[in-house]
């Protein structure tokens, strides 16, 4: 079974811009979480999907957003990127229940210059 | 809030030897827990877990251990192997309803020398 899978791999942006970043859950799962890694801050939680519904949602402001497909597959968007914004972005996938055995993808690094 | 803490953030141990790595939760309410492994340039790998309704619970080569009347949990790498070099984290699946919310200690970087 193939793991989560996130694109693109490598992003290089600049303040302002926004970006879209993308996941595909492990076949059969319905939940897609992602987090945001920093050395500083280590592992947040951004928010959750389950069935194109945000179902939870960490304390990020509205620039972060996200969406769910039919196929469970997501995006995460970052409109108006701050410096501050440059992270490993990671998504999660987990059965149903949403926070019980996640499977992470490798993530997307996204540097903002 | 709810806080996870690891107790330290280097551990250096020999090739063959156990490796304990312990963690600390604040939430009185959180009944489920996951162990972490990233390596560099990855993303975290499950390990483990454990509910609040068990003490121990074993894996290949990995047991965690949760005492509920300190909060604390722990992760024993027996037998421990160069390929156990990374970072692990414990995480706080703070309690059911929480969808998709894992509360993440800071991690604990493994090092194995051979």
């Known amino acids: 079974k193939a793991g989560v899978t996130q694109t693109p791999r490598y992003l290089i942006k600049t303040r302002g811009q926004q970006v879209t970043l993308s996941c595909s859950p492990i076949?059969?799962?319905?939940?897609v979480s992602w987090y945001q890694q920093t050395p500083g801050q280590g592992l947040q939680f951004l928010f959750e999907?389950?069935?194109?519904?945000?179902?939870n949602k960490g304390n990020f402001p509205g620039r972060f957003s996200g969406r769910q497909f039919s196929n469970s597959r997501s995006e995460m968007n970052v409109s108006t990127l701050e410096l501050g914004d440059s992270a490993l972005y990671l998504c999660?996938?987990?059965?149903?229940?949403?926070?019980?055995?996640?499977?992470f993808g490798s993530g997307t690094q996204l540097s903002v210059l | 809030g709810e806080s996870v803490g690891l107790h330290l953030p280097t551990l250096s141990v020999q090739e063959g030897d156990n490796s304990i790595i312990n963690c600390a939760y604040s939430?009185?309410?959180?009944?489920?827990f996951i162990w972490y492994k990233q390596e560099s340039g990855k993303g975290p790998q499950f390990i483990i877990d454990?509910?609040?309704?068990?003490d121990k619970r074993q894996g290949q080569r990995v047991t965690v251990l949760l005492n509920k009347t300190v909060k604390h949990l722990s992760l024993q790498i027996a037998a421990t192997q160069p390929g156990d070099s990374a970072v692990y984290f414990c995480?706080?699946?703070?309690?059911?309803?929480?969808?998709?919310?894992?509360?993440f200690g800071q991690g604990t970087t493994l090092q194995v020398k051979p």
């Open positions: 999660a996938s987990s059965l149903e229940t949403g926070n019980e055995k996640l499977f």
């Open positions: 076949s059969g799962h319905r939940s």
């Open positions: 999907y389950f069935s194109e519904t945000q179902r």
């Open positions: 939430n009185s309410a959180s009944d489920y």
């Open positions: 454990i509910r609040s309704n068990m």
């Open positions: 995480a706080d699946g703070v309690g059911s309803g929480n969808t998709g919310k894992l509360i």
